[in-house]
C-alpha cells in the first residue's frame, strides 16, 4: 500500500495532460498501476504544432509526446480507442463503453475540450474542415493541394495560425471574427492591433465584427452568407470558433461543473476520489482575478499533471503556476505571460513596426501580464517577475534600454 493508500489510478483522456500526470506518476516513483484511456487510436500526441505547422506527411513522426517503448518500460497501461461511457462512483469503477470496467482508487478526469461548432444554418459537421485532433489535421493537409480560397470562422489563436499557414502556400484566405478585434478574449486591444496589421500585410482579409449565417453547397466548394449581407464563395469552410469543455462523464456522474469540471485548488473535484486536470477543469487560480477559470494551455495541462501527481504521492500543493501560452503566426511569435484579465493599463516596450516588441498589461497599478512578439528575453523575465509579484515601473517597462532583469532578487537573478 502507497503513501497515499491509492494504489490503482484510471486516467481518462491520452493528451498533454492525462499522459504528463501518468509520467510525473512514475517520476516520483509510484509503484501502483496506471491506466490511461483515449479514445483517439493514435499514440498520444502533442496539438499544438497541427496548427503552427501543416504535417509534412500523413504520418508525422515528430508528434508524439512519448515514444511507445516508454509506455511499457514504466508499466503504463495504454487503452486506446477506448471509450469512457460513465463512472460509477459508489463502486469506484469506470465503464467503458465495450462493457469493462476499470477500478480506481483515484480517477482522475483529463477529458480535455472539443471544437464549438457556431450556429450557422446549413453548417454541416462532416464537410467543414477543424484542427483539434490528428484526424482534422490528416484531413486539411489532404485537402491543400486543391484549395485556392479557406473561409476561417474565428479569429483566435487556431484561426490565425491556420490562416497564416494557408497564406504561406498562397491560398486567399477570408477570417470571419464576430468581436471588434482579433484575438479579443486573451490580447490586449494594442497587441490585437498589432496582429490585425501583421495579418493584413500577409495578404489575409479580415471581417471583424462579421457572423457566418448561413453556409450552402456550391460546386465543389460552399456559398457563405455574411452578416453583413454579402455571400463569400470559397473552396473550404475551417471552424475555429473556440471551444466547450468535455464534461459529460463529470456530469453523469452528479460531479460538480461550472465552465468546465469544477476543481479546488488541489484540483480535486465534489468527489475527493476524482480529481480534474487541463481544458475541461475549471479552478481557482490566484492569478486569475475572481471566480474560477478554465485554460487551454500546454503549460497549464503539464503543471496540472505534475500537481497531481505529486498529491497522489503524499506532496499536496495548491496549484498556483503562472499561465504562460504562445502561438505561431507566419513570421510571428507570440509569447503571454500571465493572464490580462481586469486589465485597465498597457505600455509598448519596443517599436511594432519593427516587429519585435512587448505589450505590458496592468491592473490597478500592478504588472498582472506581458505580451511579446519575437521577444524571447521579454518573456522570460516577465514570467519570473509576474510569478515573484514584483513591481515594474511604467517608465521602466517602456524603456527597451532598461535592464528588467535588475528587479530580480540577486540570488533568483
Not at 234 to 246: K, R, S, W
Not at 372 to 386: F, K
Request: with cysteine.
Amino acid at each position: 500500500m502507497s503513501e497515499t493508500g491509492i494504489e490503482r489510478v484510471v486516467i481518462v483522456g491520452s493528451g498533454q495532460a492525462g499522459i504528463e500526470t501518468a509520467a510525473a506518476l512514475r517520476q516520483r516513483g509510484f509503484s501502483g498501476s496506471v491506466t490511461v484511456v483515449g479514445e483517439e487510436p493514435d499514440l498520444p500526441y502533442q496539438r499544438p504544432p497541427l496548427s503552427k505547422e501543416f504535417l509534412k506527411s500523413v504520418e508525422d513522426s515528430s508528434l508524439p509526446l512519448r515514444g511507445e517503448a516508454f509506455y511499457a518500460a514504466n508499466g503504463i497501461t495504454l487503452m486506446l480507442g477506448a471509450v469512457a461511457e460513465r463512472i460509477d462512483r459508489a463502486r469506484r469503477e469506470l465503464v467503458l463503453t465495450s462493457g469493462e470496467r476499470l477500478p480506481y482508487d483515484h480517477l482522475v478526469l483529463a477529458t480535455g475540450a472539443r471544437n464549438r461548432l457556431p450556429p450557422v444554418q446549413g453548417l454541416d459537421p462532416a464537410r467543414v474542415l477543424e484542427l483539434r485532433t490528428l484526424a482534422h489535421a490528416r484531413a486539411l493537409t489532404a485537402r491543400l493541394p486543391a484549395l485556392r480560397h479557406v473561409a476561417i470562422i474565428g479569429g483566435g489563436f487556431i484561426g490565425l495560425e491556420v490562416a497564416a499557414l494557408l497564406r504561406q502556400r498562397d491560398i486567399a484566405v477570408d477570417v470571419l471574427e464576430a468581436a471588434d478585434r482579433l484575438m479579443g478574449r486573451v490580447l490586449s486591444p494594442a497587441m490585437s492591433a498589432a496582429f490585425r496589421a501583421f495579418h493584413e500585410e500577409m495578404g489575409t482579409r479580415l471581417r471583424l465584427g462579421t457572423l457566418a449565417t448561413d453556409i450552402a453547397p456550391r460546386g465543389e466548394g460552399f456559398a457563405l452568407r455574411l452578416s453583413d449581407g454579402t455571400t463569400l464563395d470559397t473552396d473550404a469552410v475551417v471552424v475555429a470558433a473556440g471551444v466547450v469543455p468535455n464534461v459529460e462523464l463529470a456530469v453523469e456522474a452528479g460531479l460538480a461543473v461550472d465552465n468546465g469540471v469544477a476543481v479546488d485548488a488541489l484540483l480535486l473535484t465534489s468527489d475527493p476520489a476524482i480529481s480534474a486536470i487541463g481544458d475541461c477543469a475549471s479552478h481557482p487560480n490566484p492569478y486569475g482575478g475572481d471566480g474560477p477559470i478554465r485554460l487551454e494551455s500546454v503549460q497549464n495541462a503539464v503543471d496540472q499533471g505534475k500537481c497531481v501527481a505529486a498529491r497522489l504521492t503524499g506532496s499536496a500543493q495548491p496549484y498556483d503556476a503562472l499561465p504562460w501560452f504562445w502561438s505561431h503566426q507566419g513570421p510571428i511569435k507570440l509569447q503571454i505571460a500571465g493572464l490580462s484579465l481586469g486589465m485597465d493599463e498597457t505600455v509598448t516596450r519596443g517599436d511594432p513596426a519593427s516587429g519585435k516588441f512587448s505589450v505590458f498589461v496592468y491592473r490597478a497599478g500592478r504588472l498582472i501580464a506581458v505580451e511579446s512578439v519575437n521577444s524571447a528575453g521579454d518573456h522570460m523575465v516577465a514570467r519570473r517577475l509576474i510569478a515573484a509579484g514584483i513591481p515594474v515601473p511604467k517608465e521602466m517597462a517602456q524603456d527597451p534600454a532598461a535592464d528588467l532583469k535588475a528587479l530580480m532578487p540577486k540570488a533568483a537573478a
